[in-house]
């Protein structure tokens, strides 16, 4: 159908006007220059006038600022959001502005844009050189003459540090709220007392290499029965960091421990750094030297 529209005109005026045709065609070229002349015209006083005429040119610049301006908070809530911080476009650091002036040429003029995500990502709100954050193993030995003020936690003699003790008990406490019972099998052990238990051949740990002797660490067992597979080491497992406490020896880093895999060794780290480190996967050594 519009094929047969379209060609009806064309094939009737080539007859119909045959003989003026050479007529036609010089007005026609001559009203086609005359309007690509007033074309060029037009375009040149625009262009000149863009880039020349004081008011216009000044609003067409700053329209095109805030459009860049505004399509960029986008690009940084993207890249923000590859380092888990979705929520604040501020003021970023010039340190995250390379990857952005690559994807937006004008946006290297704009320094206050690129500063989002600085605060955020290299603030680490929790120090790691706090006293719970002690690293003691087979090549960290207590310092000579540590001491530690502990606290009774039953009545067959087990203690530790005394500023773990409040979270030690409330964890103890919501275990057997659950209907947990538990035991403590080894608390806080003088370097003195590893001492002999090295000595003797009991303990492979030299004195002040056991966290034993630092006060933070804790063998918990269950009353009845193997604590390895029982309800108490399960509840542990899920809810210890929730009260500063981290299993300590897990199974698959022995290699980097030094120690053999211990269900019922659980070690105070605070519980901001236990829920890192339990969410992180890491055992302590790993977790301090990344
Ligand atoms: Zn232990």
Redesign the pocket.
């Known amino acids: 159908m519009s094929n047969g529209t379209r060609i009806d005109p064309e094939e009737r005026e080539p007859r119909a006007i045959k003989i003026r045709q050479p007529k036609h065609t010089g007005r026609k070229i001559a009203l086609a220059v005359l309007s690509v002349i007033l074309l060029i015209a037009i375009c040149g006083g625009i262009f000149v006038f863009i880039e020349y005429g004081p008011e216009f040119g000044s609003i067409a610049k700053a329209e095109t600022e805030s459009e860049s301006s505004e399509s960029e908070p986008s690009y940084d809530s993207s890249s923000v959001s590859e380092s888990s911080e979705p929520d604040i476009p501020e003021e970023p650091v010039s340190s995250s502005s390379a990857p952005e002036s690559s994807s937006l040429p004008e946006s290297s003029s704009e320094p206050e844009i690129p500063e989002v995500t600085e605060p955020i990502v290299e603030e680490d709100p929790i120090p790691r050189d706090e006293w719970y954050m002690l690293l003691v193993n087979r090549e960290n030995p207590l310092p000579e003459g540590f001491a530690v003020e502990t606290a009774a936690i039953d009545n067959e003699g087990h203690a530790v540090d005394a500023r773990i003790y409040d979270d030690l008990a409330a964890m103890i406490a919501a275990g057997e709220n659950e209907g947990l019972d538990f035991i403590f099998y080894?608390a806080y052990r003088s370097v003195n007392r590893q001492r002999e238990l090295y000595e003797s051949g009991a303990t492979d740990a030299a004195p002040g290499t056991s966290e034993?002797n630092s006060g933070l660490?804790v063998?918990i067992g269950c009353a009845k029965g193997e604590f390895e597979g029982s309800a108490e080491e399960k509840w542990l497992l899920s809810h210890a960091h929730e009260y500063g406490f981290i299993l300590r020896y897990p199974a698959d880093k022995v290699d980097i421990t030094g120690f053999e895999h211990?269900p019922w060794?659980f070690r105070y780290v605070g519980k901001e750094q236990a829920k890192l480190i339990y969410e992180s996967g890491l055992c302590l050594e790993e977790y301090l030297a990344e």
């Open positions: 080894t034993h660490a063998d211990e060794h």
